[in-house]
């Protein structure tokens, strides 16, 4: 069998668990496995480098901080590769370049293409464990690109795909996919099997355990994974296509901090001016997620909407560049200190009522709601952020997930 293992950075955090990570591959290897192992960088290390960045030069390039993220991953397969070595199994470290794992172009967020895999099969077939890098890639003119943050998720999939691998395990610091982040609600239950889906609502919408691109890709080539914990040997969480036990009408409660909203007041109350005010953003790579537009009103209206915190200065700026031109709004308000929790779930679909109980338990915690948004399988609601915590638990306890 082959086996795509990936640990996070917590996993690798220092000298006793990069050991016992290279202990847990060498013994997948004695079974007679292929294995191929993909790590993200140590501890908190793509924090620490970032702020490196950002003391040098507040507005350093993209490229230049890929080109410092990727030593992170660096390092840790190196010291990985010496590991197992250590433990006399023969093994190799493999960074994007050395792979050959294309990207497009976009800086700090680039989406992965193709993976040439001949090399890493070469060094399978010559019995050696094969460790990548994970988050990076390279793009069309050879510079480094990274994937975003949580990327290494997506690397592991993309190479499970790319080598037809047995199994994908995402190997990471809690025993697997929870109702709710585990940190925040406490009393959350491990799902022990969660449908493609509703994963990538999950994951989409803030729960950080697995990269939303990784479970993109994993619906579309079809890869099975397990998430699990490093620190024991507790069964994960199945992610898959099909789930074989009933359809819960909330399976997980989910949140994003990580969100700004922007309310442009005062639009000329006329066709085209949606299209205008987002067509400035989408040419900068924009994504905006919750729109909200007030009825007409003498000749005017208001379109609020969110974006991703990393990306409100840019928004802003470039609308009030059009402000006077193209948009001719009377004003931009900005709120930064807002939050999205949402409630994931394949049952909604089929039953009715699930919005307004989210919206009761809300009510009952003294939450005020600001914006909402639902698609067949989701509820979102936007709270101001310091609320997120309770939210949550309130949501959690009132669907019963505990
Ligand atoms: P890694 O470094 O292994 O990739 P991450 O920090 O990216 O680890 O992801 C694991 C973390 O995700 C957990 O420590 C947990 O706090 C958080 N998390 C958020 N939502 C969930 C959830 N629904 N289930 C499990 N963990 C979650
Ligand atoms: N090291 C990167 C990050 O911290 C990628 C990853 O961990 O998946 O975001
Ligand atoms: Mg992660």
Redesign the pocket.
Known sequence: MLIVK??????VADKERILNVARRCVEEYKKGNEVVVVL?AMGKQTDVLLTQAREINPNASKREIDMLLTTGEQISVALMAMAIDSLGVPAISLNAFQVAMHTTSVYSNARLKRIDSERIRNELASKKIVIITGFQGINQVDDYTTLGR?G??TTAVALAAALNADACE?????D?????????VPN?R??EEITYDEMLE?ASL??????NRSVEMAKKYGVQLV?RS?LNNTEG?IVKEEVSMEKLLVS???ADRNTARIAVMGLEDQPGVAFKLFNHLAKHNINVDIILQSVGRDGTKDISFTVSEDNVDEAVEILERHREGSLKCHGIDVEKNVAKVSIVGAGMMTNAGVAAKMFEALYDAGVNIKMISTSEIRVTVLIDESYVDQAMKAVHDKFSLA
């Open positions: 990936k640990f996070g950075g917590t996993s993200s949580g290494s998720d995402i190997y990471t610091d809690v697997g996919v929870f109702t709710a982040d585990p940190r925040v959350a491990k799902i999950l803030g729960a950080g355990v697995l990269h998430v490093s969480t997980g409660v989910a």
